[in-house]
């Protein structure tokens, strides 16, 4: 009996232990799952955006514009950045990666780094393409598509999963409403009760004529960037109205094939730069997004992805009256005649010669001072330090020939005496000797012998001993007749 009683105690004492192990089990599941259920309401990490495009495309500075860097720097190969992206609703934030590739497509095989087998269903592409060059706009989409598509076909994928990818994509075309509508059909419970029962199991219904023809699995994105530029298309390339619905026209049927959202934007005019933000954040995490789609202004146009078909392309046609939509694009956007900008080079000024210089200013003087005929007229004086009462005899006596005697020269003055042209330079000199007078006669006597109405009497004799000797040296004017007699001595000399 004692011994049962034992074995009792010990199979209450195990189920005991048995019953809080399985308490704390209850726990750490308690705890996992409630861990569980708030990493599912957190941003993920692991989303990435990849930016392509040709260089001068403005990928750098849009995706400045998107982190709010006002200094924005160009790399080189394959670039990494991140956007912070902040969710206000829950108070959580995350790092969006951005691989910007450089603008040559021998750097595709760089992509490896960027876009994987794992990561491939959380990446978002960017084809970015610039208004700057029209005519080369559907060539690059193109060639980045291929470029892309080459690089997918490389990836080891699960062919099931990938197919998936594709089915998610066809959905997100199909389940576009336009804001607003929902309202009016006062669906706003079915649609998402449908998205939430339906997921991926729904079955997928077939897509409209032209729409996913090329569906790669990717969230895509086409941005046409520096639409500022349009003006100067009008200005200096002549373009007009249906120009850019052609071309608008074709980029939204290159969009249909990929099931892209488009986007005209402009970082110098700020112009659809916060839209294509709230609308990558829409995309990629869900975030609401209202805006509806965007045609009315020409450099400003936003359509998303599941907005469009070949009806609201169409309406572009009504304007196109010189071209049809059909015409091969080139043929229309023809690329302007390469103008090479001619670069003004400025002449080569050589240095001359010292020696050579002064030899041949040295030719010139002598030429002037002999009075050759072919000789270069030296620098006139200014009128305003000739006399007009003294005649300056000296030039004329050079130019005819006649002794100064003849011509009635008041002073005969040496021509032999370079830098000597005429009695003002006489004037001068006569009055600087009158200063240096004054100050012998100032040192020569003590300090205080001569006072101040002494010296201004000194100044007013001397000045009029100057005006008296100029008065004696002017001669009145010879009269007509003997002018007459001197011009005709002159000739016969």
């Not at 930016?51 to 982190?67: F, H, M, Y």
Request: charged share 30%; with cysteine; glycine share 6%.
């Amino acid at each position: 009996m004692a011994f049962s009683g034992e074995r009792s105690a010990l199979s209450g004492l195990s189920d005991l232990r048995k019953e809080k192990a399985e308490e704390k089990e209850n726990l750490w599941k308690k705890i996992l799952g409630e861990v569980q259920s708030s990493e599912r309401n957190k941003l993920p990490s692991n989303k990435s955006v990849l930016v392509l495009g040709d260089n001068e495309s403005g990928k750098t500075t849009l995706i400045a514009k998107l982190q709010g860097n006002e200094d924005p720097k160009k790399g080189s190969g394959l670039e990494y950045a991140y956007i912070d992206v902040r969710d206000e609703y829950r108070d959580d934030h995350t790092r969006l990666s951005v691989w910007v590739l450089d603008g040559e497509p021998v750097h595709g095989e760089l992509l490896e780094y960027a876009v994987d087998g794992d990561n491939l269903e959380h990446t978002l592409v960017l084809l970015t393409v610039s208004m700057t060059t029209p005519w080369g706009i559907m060539d690059q989409l193109h060639t980045w598509a291929s470029t892309l598509q080459d690089h997918i076909d490389k990836l080891t994928l699960d062919p099931d999963k990938f197919k998936d990818q594709q089915d998610r994509m066809t959905r997100w075309w199909q389940d576009y409403i336009e804001p607003g509508d929902e309202l009016e059909a006062g669906s706003p419970m079915k649609r998402s009760s449908r998205n939430l029962e339906g997921g991926d199991d729904e079955p997928v219904m077939p897509l409209p004529e032209n729409v996913l023809t090329r569906n790669l699995g990717l969230h895509v994105i086409v941005v046409v960037t520096k639409t500022d530029y349009m003006s100067t298309l009008e200005k200096d390339f002549d373009y007009k109205e249906e120009h850019f619905d052609f071309i608008q026209q074709s980029i939204r049927k290159f969009c249909l094939q990929y099931g892209a959202a488009l986007f005209y934007t402009s970082v110098k005019e700020d112009k659809n730069c916060d839209l294509l933000y709230k609308y990558l954040v829409h995309r990629i995490y869900n975030f609401p997004f209202k805006t509806p789609a965007l045609v009315v202004e020409k450099d400003a146009v936003f359509i998303p992805a599941g907005w469009d078909n070949d009806k609201k392309i169409a309406i572009l046609y009504e304007n196109m009256h010189t071209m049809s939509p059909d015409d091969y694009y080139t043929d229309v956007i023809v690329k302007p005649p390469v103008a090479r900008k001619m670069v003004a080079r400025e002449a080569e000024v050589g240095a001359e010669d010292e020696q050579a210089f002064l030899a041949r200013h040295l030719v010139q003087l002598q030429a002037g001072s002999t009075g050759s005929p072919h000789a270069p007229q030296g620098r006139q004086e200014s009128p305003l330090r000739q006399s007009p009462a003294v005649q300056k005899t000296n030039e004329r006596r050079v130019s005819t020939g006649v002794p100064p005697n003849q011509i009635g020269s008041p002073k005969k003055i040496d021509s032999g005496k370079a830098g000597v042209t005429g009695p003002s330079e006489g004037v001068l000199a006569n009055f600087f000797n009158s200063l240096l007078n004054k100050k012998a006669v100032t040192n020569s006597q003590s300090p205080g012998a001569i006072k101040t109405n002494d010296k201004a009497a000194v100044m007013r004799s001397d000045a009029a001993a100057e005006l008296d000797r100029l008065t004696r040296a002017k001669k009145p004017p010879a009269p007509a007749a003997n002018a007459n007699t001197e011009t005709n001595n002159s000739s016969e000399c």
